[in-house]
């Protein structure tokens, strides 16, 4: 049976993932790290701290304790000025019909979120008010692929991790997904997202039916 969908933010429901990426992107630059879309694969799901951490590494960088401090500073406030502009035109086609469908069936709506900027940009999006519980990196210690996030939607909403069905679009957040319980939805690439039950290249492409079929 199935009881709630819980889905990630970034990559899944808008497409804050390019944002990210222009701001770390400029922030590679400023190191001189090389910085592709590839590599920016590799940070999608992941938390602020280790993102940075992974193009330091990549550039052979040991950060002090204060430069990581600085430079999360500088990247996030990139970011937001970047998403400063993002309105309900920003949410990807299919999310509303889907959410419509979810609720027709009685199924509640999480969020797990790698990000501390994800109540606003729902907010920007206009569907804060469609979601039963928002669990974000504000409230969690450890990053995906650990299954923390996805655990704290499942127990906010009230659910058993067996009936909850996650959707990402992340490598860590599908093992986030797997390690909590739950079943796994993937949004991309099928042989990027392996270890998913079901993937589809957008939202849009996202029955009910293959939600229920999961069951
Ligand atoms: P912030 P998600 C994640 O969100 C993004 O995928 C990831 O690229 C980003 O680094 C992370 O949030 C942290 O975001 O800097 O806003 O706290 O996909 O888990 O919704
Ligand atoms: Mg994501």
New binding site residues.
């Given amino acids: 049976t199935i009881r709630a969908i819980i889905f ?5 429901l808008t497409d ?2 390019w944002y ?1 990426y222009r701001a770390w992107k400029a922030l590679a630059d400023e190191l001189a790290v090389p910085f592709t879309e590839q590599d920016n694969e590799q ?6 701290l280790n ?1 940075l951490r992974w193009i330091a590494h990549k550039g052979g960088l040991v950060l002090s304790a204060a430069e990581e401090e600085r430079l999360m500073a500088q ?2 406030a990139h ?1 937001l000025e970047l998403i400063q502009h993002m309105s309900p035109a920003d949410l990807y086609p299919g999310v509303q019909p889907l959410f419509a469908a979810i609720k027709a069936k009685g199924w509640k709506i999480g969020l ?7 109540a606003f940009v729902l907010d920007r999006l206009g569907i804060a008010a469609d979601f039963d519980y928002v669990a974000d ?1 504000n409230q969690v210690k450890n990053s ?1 692929p650990d299954p923390e996030v996805f655990l704290l939607a499942a127990a906010g909403l009230g659910v058993v991790p067996a009936h909850c069905i996650g959707v990402e ?2 490598v860590a ?1 599908i093992e986030a997904i797997c390690a909590a319980g739950m079943r796994p939805v993937g949004i991309g690439e099928p042989a990027l997202l392996a270890q998913a039950s079901l993937v589809v290249p957008q939202i849009a492409a996202l029955s009910i039916a293959q939600l229920q079929a999961l069951a």
């Fill in positions: 990630d933010l970034d990559g899944v804050t993932a990210h940070l999608k799901g992941v938390d602020r993102s990247k996030n970011y797990a979120s790698a990000s501390k900027n994800a990196a995906k679009d992340a957040g």
